[in-house]
């Protein structure tokens, strides 16, 4: 059974346009079609803006229908995570996809992800552990990014109710965690957010503000470099052979970033093997040419 | 490793693939090449040479200003790998190290396929080229590893070090260089296997301690122990001057700077130093340096003290200066004692620490002591 499983957050990015998707498309052609070529998973980041139709989730299991192991996350609408204000019906509504997605074996898990500003105190421990109560039966991944959480009790907390610790890579300001991937829990789900410092701290200032994309995705635009890479490579390894699943996400979206990044760690973490790079790819980030199939 | 900063730049960027690659800065700068490709050194190029005098000989070559972060990056995944095969691994430099396989060939078998195997390894996961050179002791297997520059595997078996030294050039041993080339030159030395005929005295009159150390070397003895500890031996941080400068005032802010970044590297390591150097370089490039050992330390204040001491007794003569450096050596491990009553040195020390901390979390810049700070805290 596949135990690497490395893709992007999010796959509808015009932005990807040529650098993966390619400038002249014909009418057939489907975005996630071809993404599920080259990757094995995809974290759905639009489920935490909207409640996602059935229908919607119905045409994306058909269009991956000839990758037997591709997966999907699903990442928690805002109103249980960031507003902490969500009905019976809401849940019901985020229910039925992780169902659906369940039933056909695409189902990855549901990443429950908590703003910088979430710091553990008992208020929010007690918000976590009905987030978890609520969602009990399905494979679920924690993902807190201030430092005081990073403690062993909670660790066993997670590991105690089917859920795993969701290490990310961000910046290092103030008391935000330094990249360490820990084991709590079955599975390692790992998020890449880029290291550009300068526009994290901008977007820190302007948090809850209006924003435009471009600038909300400022912060994510960072290609990481091959040496980077390699540690990152180093560090997964040292806990790969203690869990099930490593999920790799990486959300350095802008411009295609995310993609390369990821190819290069599928190399990378997959003992060197030649990866199939898309030629418009290749073309945007030649140093792929090393590690490319073709 | 082969061309090493070159071949990280060429991972980063494969256009440079082929081509004439320099690092080392500005080509109409002052400093020096710290790297060049192959192609390079087809014009006469070689690292240390100063960068004009590279772009000269080579204009057409690209010129890049290095990636030194990336350089350490890679060098630290090389030696991860190196430590998977070998119990003993010596880091000799960013891109050298020195691997004991005593005992290894019943492990990995004979040691030149064993070395096709790891060079290939190195190549595969990382995409760098080396070259390796396996002998009885650490001097010929530096020579070794340079004999055949790039991708060369050189075995030199035990009891044939004298002959595979004796026909190479005197200046493929390590140690001879500006000073020791060309006096031995001008006394009829030119291959290795002129000095190993000499007679030790001879050359211990000409050269000191170096001369018996040549003598021993160039007949194939050496050092075979590995020293694996990664203790710094000195910390140096120096500036070449884009403009010659006169300015007392101007060159005491610099030297507290550098003084600044040394001991912040220092506290980094949990070390105090007990000899402070200063060097100074003046326009007509007369380089002097000037030493002074004091009671162990890694406070900026103490450290600059006895720099700008130094300073004024070597700044003698009215010409401007163009480089000037700090070097810190005789290290030893500080270690926090546990002390009931706290005076004003320890409690110093422990805000030099906190300093140290703020600056690995925001830059080097996130903090500045004054340099006319009085330490009465």
New interface residues.
């Given amino acids: 059974m596949e135990k690497l499983f490395i893709g992007t957050a999010g796959w509808s990015y015009k932005d990807w346009i040529p650098s993966f998707y390619p400038q002249t498309q014909s009418s057939g052609f489907d975005w996630l079609e071809y993404y599920s070529q080259y990757f094995n998973v995809v974290e759905v980041n639009s489920s935490y803006y909207t409640y996602i139709n059935q229908k919607i989730v119905d045409g994306w299991i058909k269009k991956v229908e000839d990758r037997n192991d591709f997966l999907f996350t699903i990442k928690l609408h805002q109103d249980f995570t960031h507003k902490k204000k969500f009905s019976g019906e809401q849940i019901q509504s985020v229910k039925l996809n992780l169902n659906k997605l369940n039933t056909e074996s695409r189902l990855g898990g549901l990443l429950i992800q908590f703003p910088y500003s979430f710091v553990l105190n008992k208020e929010n421990a007690n918000h976590v552990k009905e987030l978890i109560d609520i969602f009990a039966g399905y494979e679920k991944f924690i993902e807190v990014r201030h430092k005081s959480w990073f403690i062993q009790r909670f660790f066993d907390f997670l590991e105690n109710n089917n859920s795993s610790l969701c290490t990310i890579d961000q910046p290092v300001i103030g008391e935000a965690v330094e990249f360490k991937p820990v084991k709590a829990g079955d599975n390692l789900y790992i998020r890449f957010h880029g290291r550009n410092t300068k526009a994290w701290k901008g977007s820190l200032r302007k948090f809850g503000k209006d924003q435009s994309y471009e600038e909300q995705s400022e912060r994510y635009n960072y290609l990481y470099s091959p040496g980077e890479l390699l540690e990152i490579e180093q560090k997964i390894k040292e806990v790969l052979d203690t869990v099930k699943k490593v999920f790799v996400i990486l959300n350095n979206h802008p411009q295609g970033n995310a993609v390369a990044n990821a190819l290069e760690l599928i190399h990378l973490l997959k003992e060197r093997i030649k990866v199939n790079v898309p030629e418009t790819t290749l073309k945007a980030y030649p140093r792929l040419s090393k590690i490319s199939l073709n | 490793m082969d061309a090493f900063f070159v071949s990280?730049e060429r991972?980063?960027?494969?256009?440079l693939e082929g081509k004439p690659v320099i690092v080392g800065g500005d080509p109409h700068g002052r400093g020096v090449v710290a790297a060049c490709s192959y192609e390079a050194r087809r014009f006469g190029l070689h690292s240390a040479m100063p960068i004009r005098n590279a772009f000269r000989l080579c204009p057409q070559g690209i010129y890049l200003h290095g990636?030194g972060?990336?350089?350490?990056?890679?060098s630290?995944?090389v030696k991860?790998l190196l430590e998977r095969y070998f119990p003993i691994v010596q880091q000799a430099s960013i891109d050298e190290f020195y691997l004991d396989f005593t005992g290894c060939e019943k492990i990995y078998g004979e040691p030149a396929k064993f070395a096709e195997k790891l060079q290939n390894e190195i190549w595969?996961?990382?995409?760098l080229p080396s070259s390796i050179g396996i002998a009885s002791n650490k001097t010929i297997a530096k020579i070794a590893s340079d004999f055949k520059k790039p991708r060369g595997i050189t075995f030199v078996p035990p009891g044939g070090e004298k002959d595979f030294l004796a026909p190479l050039p005197i200046e493929k041993i390590p140690g001879i260089g500006k000073a020791t080339f060309p006096m031995l030159r001008s006394r009829g030395f030119s291959v290795v296997g002129d000095i190993a005929k000499a007679s030790p005295d001879y050359l211990s009159a000409l050269l000191g301690k170096f001369g018996t150390e040549l003598w021993e070397k160039a007949n194939g003895k050496g050092n075979d122990i590995l020293v694996t500890e990664h203790e710094r031996k000195s910390i140096s941080k120096e500036t070449t001057f884009d403009k010659d400068i006169i300015s007392r005032t101007k060159i005491e802010e610099i030297l507290f700077e550098l003084v600044s970044k040394a001991c912040q590297l220092l506290r980094n390591e949990n070390w105090q130093t007990s000899t402070i150097s200063i060097k100074l370089r003046y326009t007509d490039f007369v380089t002097l340096t000037r030493a002074k050992t004091i009671e162990p330390t890694d406070d900026d204040k103490v450290v600059f003290e006895v720099a700008k001491d130094l300073f004024e007794k070597s700044f003698t003569r009215r010409v401007g200066i163009r480089l000037i450096g700090i070097h810190l050596s005789k290290l030893n491990h500080y270690t926090e004692q546990c002390i009931l009553f706290e005076d004003n040195d320890t409690i110093r020390k422990r805000m030099l620490r906190a300093v140290m901390k703020i600056r690995d979390?925001y830059g080097f810049d996130a903090i500045r002591i004054g340099k006319s700070e009085t330490g009465s805290n």
């Fill in positions: 990280v991972i980063l960027d494969p256009s990636h972060k990336e350089y350490g990056r890679f630290r995944a991860r595969d996961r990382f995409h979390k």
